[in-house]
């Protein structure tokens, strides 16, 4: 066991987990030992940071432009959300590893905000749109403070982080609309939804291994909506100073 949590003999709690469950048994008939368990959670923390990072290619795009309205401001603002419910579910567990690289996503995705808010021109959409996710963020943390730590208001707090994961996953999904208009994929970073496509993944692993449903079922719902995000870059064209990932990796 690890933290109370059985890493052998899983025993999923939903028929989707059983599934995929299965399914990775099948194909891979890995043997979940130690060792597996904590090379695929450093893994998963890794890339998790370094997707965290792939921010800094829209960030320079719109300092390079000098405005930001062909960049989605959601993906940012679902992050920072995102980053913040699942530190606070951290401290709730009192699991230093996920409050560390929440704490960091925080931290970054700020920094993304603030500079895509001083590059906007029209700025009632952005502050409207920050207006709901203030809400979405506060309503969780006074129901925590006022509940304070008990079994119940943790499952209540991991069914949000579920949310908060797939909105984030799907944030790119908000140009769609704008992409099959302009069949163009300007203003989606490819790294972006590709790297979401990898933590989410490996997420995905980590929640089947410790039997959480909370971490295996949301990440595998991102691992769909990703490739969906995946699969608009190969039908449409990209401008090829977003698309070179030889910058991008300098970046990295």
Not at 33 to 56: P, R, S
Not at 130 to 142: E, Q, R
Request: net charge positive.
């Amino acid at each position: 066991e690890y933290m109370g949590v059985p890493v052998r003999g899983l025993q999923p709690g939903s028929c989707i987990v059983r599934v995929i469950g299965f399914y990775s048994v099948v194909l891979f008939r890995l043997p979940i030992t130690m060792e597996l368990y904590n090379l695929v959670a450093v893994f998963a923390t890794i890339v998790t940071i370094l997707q965290m990072l792939t921010g800094i290619q829209l960030i320079r795009q719109i300092i390079r432009q000098k405005q930001s309205e062909s960049v989605a401001f959601l993906p940012f603002g679902a992050g920072f959300v995102g980053c913040s419910l699942w530190c606070k579910y951290g401290v709730l567990r009192q699991d230093p590893g996920l409050i560390w690289v929440n704490t960091f996503g925080v931290v970054i995705q700020g920094i993304y905000i603030s500079i895509y808010y001083g590059y906007t021109v029209e700025r009632r959409p952005v502050l409207n749109t920050i207006s709901w996710l203030l809400v979405a963020l506060l309503t969780p943390l006074a129901y925590v403070q006022f509940w304070g730590n008990t079994i119940t208001v943790q499952y209540h707090i991991g069914l949000i982080c579920c949310c908060s994961t797939v909105l984030n996953n799907a944030a790119p999904l908000a140009t769609v609309q704008k992409v099959i208009k302009r069949q163009t994929t300007e203003g989606m970073s490819f790294i972006w939804s590709f790297m979401l496509f990898i933590v989410a993944l490996s997420w995905c692993l980590y929640g089947l291994m410790i039997a959480d449903k909370f971490v295996a079922l949301p990440n595998f719902i991102g691992v769909v909506l990703c490739a969906v995000q995946l699969a608009l870059f190969c039908k449409y064209p990209h401008s090829r100073r977003l698309y070179d990932l030889s910058k991008t990796a300098a970046i990295l």
